[in-house]
Antibody, heavy 123, light 110 residues
């Protein structure tokens, strides 16, 4: 059974940092792209960042570029999101997701989601 | 960015058909691939993948869910609607980066 379990959320002041973790199990972690998707309170879904299966390439939405860093440790089957210079608009539930894309078929989606971890940026 | 437009809410009766639409601001199709995907989210839960590439049923999803469409217009159909289907439904496109989600359609009981 595929499981994604996030941790590391909490209340943080604007301008400070926080690091999220996502422990994966039930599949071969190193075979899959992974991503973070967030959802502000009572709002819709917003993709944040993605990383290739090897960790060699990363992708970010413009609003977090230069502030957030996605990374992974395939030996530990763990995904991370380092969030620096946090802003109030980063307040959201952050979901760890699996991206089962294949090189020979265009497009991608998120087939498994963790339960989410809340990040609140407030003074 | 590609904008996806969904109606905010849809009221249906149990046992009836629900049709949820998603319109993209530009085509999200490449060749024979329609890069639109659908998710279900119940209150307090994480989203769940229902349909990928417009019409492919995700693993473990009941056959009463189906998807169709191409280009800019896509539809998620639930037939018949069951009580467990009351949730918010989101479409997502992956034709262009950044991938984007619709604002969601809340399915309600009539």
């Amino acid at each position: 059974e595929v499981q994604l379990v996030e941790s590391g959320g909490g209340l943080v002041q604007p301008g400070r940092s926080l690091k999220l973790s996502c422990a994966a199990s039930g599949f071969t972690f190193s075979n899959y792209y992974m991503a973070w998707v967030r959802q502000a309170p009572t709002k819709g879904l917003e993709w944040v960042a993605s990383i290739t299966n090897s960790g060699g390439s990363t992708y970010y939405r413009d609003s977090v570029k230069g502030r957030f860093t996605i990374s992974r440790d395939n030996a530990k089957s763990t995904l991370y999101l380092q969030m620096d210079s946090l802003r109030s608009e980063d307040t959201a539930t952050y979901y760890c997701t699996r991206d089962p894309r294949r090189a020979y078929i265009p497009g991608y989606y998120f087939d498994y989601w963790g339960q989410g971890v809340m990040v609140t940026v407030s003074s | 960015d590609i904008v996806l437009t969904q109606s905010p809410a849809l009221a249906v009766s149990l046992g009836q058909r629900a049709t949820i639409s998603c319109r993209a601001s530009q085509s999200v199709s490449i060749s024979r691939y329609n890069l639109m995907h659908w998710y279900q989210q119940k209150p307090g839960q994480q989203p769940k993948l229902l349909i990928y590439r417009a019409s492919n049923l995700a693993s473990g999803i009941p056959a009463r869910f189906s998807g169709s469409g191409s280009g800019t217009d896509f539809t998620l159909t639930i037939n018949p609607v069951q009580a467990d289907d009351i949730a918010t439904y989101y479409c997502q496109q992956s034709r262009e980066s950044p991938n984007t989600f619709g604002a969601g359609t809340k399915l309600e009981l009539k």
